[in-house]
T-cell receptor, first 114, second 112 residues
Framework: ETGVTQTPRHLVMGMTNKKSLKCEQH?????MYWYKQSAKKPLELMFV???????ENNSVPSRFSPECPNSSHLFLHLHTLQPEDSALYLC?????????????FGPGTRLTVL | QKEVEQNSGPLSVPEGAIASLNCTYS??????FFWYRQYSGKSPELIMS????GDKEDGRFTAQLNKASQYVSLLIRDSQPSDSATYLC????????????FGGGTRVLVKP
């Protein structure tokens, strides 16, 4: 596969469930990102990892827990979510987190919290 | 004040016409500017990046940057129905720690 892949593409979970989103990039990049896209709102940055180290946590609630075991993989662990967390979760990667580096997005995971 | 502002639209354009999209940003120290296209239910895909004042052309797309006036625009020439999508303006600012900040997007409808 090429580019940035995300699994699952769709996820429905209850508020007491624990689930994980997975992102994998095949571009040889060193920076990876999680974004949240809710209806009628701009894309919101959640987390940034650069060379496996978290460099940005954009005031995200602790019920979202990221993990970056290597530069190619990024996870978002979910637990005790709320219905307002229902959104499209997008993963992106770039060569580094420098200001000239273009971010490439995966297809997203459509999350519904019941 | 929103950091990156776009008119939400929809911008209705006849097929073959030029679509003109505008984006303004608040951080004067912004360094890098991107236009992404997002089809309904899909993820954003990069159309163009621009870093210095002036015009940058790529096929039917032209990005224009004016840092003094803090705006960046996107022109789509010979608009096609397949150009119907939401266009996202995104800006990177050193002051914001190189975070990519998105506008709310402009929805474009190209009518045959």
């Amino acid at each position: 596969e090429t580019g940035v892949t995300q699994t699952p593409r769709h996820l429905v979970m209850g508020m007491t469930n624990k689930k994980s989103l997975k992102c994998e990039q095949h571009l040889g990049h060193n920076a990876m990102y999680w974004y949240k896209q809710s209806a009628k709102k701009p894309l919101e940055l959640m987390f940034v990892y650069n060379f496996k180290e978290q460099t940005e946590n954009n005031s995200v609630p602790s019920r979202f827990s990221p993990e970056c075991p290597n530069s190619s993989h990024l996870f978002l662990h979910l637990h005790t979510l709320q219905p307002e967390d229902s959104a499209l979760y997008l993963c992106a990667s770039s060569e580094t987190s420098g200001y000239t580096d273009t971010q490439y997005f995966g297809p997203g995971t459509r999350l519904t919290v019941l | 004040q929103k950091e990156v502002e776009q008119n939400s639209g929809p911008l209705s354009v006849p097929e073959g016409a030029i679509a003109s999209l505008n984006c303004t940003y608040s951080d004067r120290g912004s360094q890098s500017f991107f236009w992404y296209r997002q089809y309904s239910g899909k993820s954003p895909e990069l159309i163009m990046s621009i870093y210095s004042n002036g015009d940058k052309e790529d096929g039917r797309f032209t990005a224009q940057l004016n840092k003094a006036s803090q705006y960046v625009s996107l022109l789509i020439r010979d608009s096609q129905p397949s150009d119907s999508a939401t266009y996202l303006c995104a800006v990177i600012s050193l002051a914001a720690g190189n975070k990519l900040t998105f506008g709310g997007g402009t929805r474009v409808l190209v009518k045959p």
